[in-house]
């Protein structure tokens, strides 16, 4: 595959082009010319960790992530216990598909409850559990803040610093954070934080923060350039710390997914280009 050296650190996530199995988005690469794919757990299930694996290897792509595990706030034993044995499976498949990189949703608070803190302190002890487990699998789990607007029901870390907290007490190879701007650009704290991170940056992903947000807040991320994001300082802030690693774009809005995906990717490398690697 020949690339545009510019696009040399551009990954595709699968979720931007959702309605796409692992074939197509890897087919869907090749032809813009983005090397590299961050995969999603449930259409690489559809054929098979081996088979997602061969794909990509023989495109000449790289997984650059696989997403995702976490979802370990479960306040009784049963469902604890089923997240552990998800997440180890988890880990078992990102390397099973060549990547270091295990994205972790770490989950929002049990039904009926209001215990915030018990709900982050049983992530912890969860971390404890499974990064150990994932470093001798040559994995790292990054963990991703989430916007504050889903703290409730699918992240209780809801900043930079936050994950970094819970990151700092294992190994740098056995957990790292996500950088995304989605979800951090808001934070006044963020360039201290980005600095602090330094070389537990396991990813950095890329879209747009829209308004107003749709109905589905989920659905809010943007193409960049839609919406309310400078992202050369971000870029810099994450390349100053050392970081060589992809930019993954995930974007997650239904006029995206019903729009030809090849005619997103074509967008999304010219934005990328434009606005992302802008200086």
């Known amino acids: 595959m020949t690339t545009d050296p510019r696009l040399a650190?551009?990954?595709?996530?699968?979720?931007?082009?959702?309605?796409?199995?692992?074939?197509?988005?890897?087919?869907?690469?090749?032809?813009?010319?983005?090397?590299?794919?961050?995969?999603?757990?449930?259409?690489?299930a559809e054929i098979g960790v081996p088979a997602a694996a061969k794909f990509v290897a023989d495109a000449g792509l790289r997984v650059s992530s696989l997403c995702r595990g976490g979802f370990l706030t479960a306040d009784d034993e049963r469902a604890r216990v089923e997240a552990l044995a998800d997440n180890r499976r988890a880990v078992d498949e990102a390397a099973g598909l060549g990547t270091d990189c295990l994205v972790l949703v770490v989950g929002g608070l049990p039904p009926g409850s209001r215990d915030l803190l018990g709900a982050r302190q049983r992530v912890a002890d969860a971390l404890a559990e499974l990064a150990p487990y994932a470093g001798e699998r040559g994995?790292?789990?990054?963990l991703e803040p989430l916007h504050p607007m889903y703290c409730a029901d699918r992240a209780v870390l809801s900043t930079l610093g936050q994950?970094?907290?819970?990151?700092?007490a294992f190994p740098t190879e056995q957990v790292g954070v996500v950088v995304d701007t989605f979800h951090v650009w808001w934070d006044p704290d963020v360039w201290r934080q980005i600095a602090r991170a330094g070389a537990r940056i396991a990813s950095f992903?890329?879209?747009?923060?829209?308004t107003p947000l749709p109905a589905d807040v989920l659905l809010g991320r943007g193409m960049m350039g839609d919406g309310h994001i400078?992202?050369?300082?971000l870029r810099r802030a994450v390349a100053a710390t050392g970081y060589a690693g992809d930019t993954e774009v995930e974007i997650f809005n239904a006029?995206?997914?019903?729009?030809?995906p090849d005619r997103v990717l074509a967008t999304m490398v010219e934005r990328?280009?434009?606005l992302v690697l802008a200086d």
Do not use: H, M
């Not at 992903?205 to 829209?210: E, G, T």
């Not at 006029?255 to 030809?260: F, L, P, R, S, Y």
């Open 139 to 142: 994995v790292r789990l990054a």
């Open 9 to 44: 650190k551009l990954s595709l996530n699968q979720r931007t082009t959702e309605r796409w199995s692992v074939r197509e988005a890897v087919e869907g690469c090749v032809r813009a010319g983005i090397p590299a794919i961050g995969l999603w757990r449930e259409p690489v």
């Open 230 to 233: 400078d992202f050369p300082p």
């Open 163 to 168: 994950a970094l907290d819970l990151a700092e």
């Open 272 to 274: 990328y280009v434009e």
């Open 255 to 260: 006029e995206v997914w019903a729009t030809d």
């Open 205 to 210: 992903q890329v879209c747009d923060f829209l």
